[in-house]
């Protein structure tokens, strides 16, 4: 299973953003799907996250500014991000619980390759 972001780039500050990242591959089922994102010299952290069901979880930086939500025919998570700050800043990862059409009794835990995104004036 591979998962790939789009949407990131050069914004500025109070803009708004929208990140995709789809799922695909020999998918048996994604559960949760989340975005995390890492700035330069910090760990990475944990963003949003969102249940199958539609559960939502949400850092404390980013609530009422960021709406996290998915489409599960299509396997694909987004991250609406508005009133963007520079300390959003950041590579941002999507990350996946899934399980493989080949072996559907293991759970596994996929991440996508990254996106920057970039708030500068």
């Known amino acids: 299973v591979q998962l790939q972001a789009s949407g990131g780039g050069l914004v500025q500050p109070e803009g708004s953003l929208r990140l995709s990242c789809a799922a695909s591959g020999r998918i048996f089922s994604i559960n949760s799907m989340g975005w995390y994102r890492q700035a330069p010299g910090k760990q990475r952290e944990l963003v949003a996250a969102?249940?199958?069901?539609?559960?939502?979880t949400y850092a404390e930086s980013v609530k009422g500014r960021f709406t996290i939500s998915r489409d599960n025919a299509k396997n694909t998570v987004y991250l609406q991000m508005n009133s963007l700050k520079y300390e959003d800043t950041a590579v941002y990862y999507c990350?996946?619980?899934?399980?493989?059409?080949?072996?559907?009794?293991?759970?596994?835990?996929?991440w996508g390759q990254g996106t920057l995104v970039t708030v500068s004036s």
């Open positions: 990350n996946a619980d899934g399980r493989e059409i080949d072996n559907i009794l293991i759970p596994r835990n996929y």
């Open positions: 969102i249940a199958r069901a539609g559960s939502t």
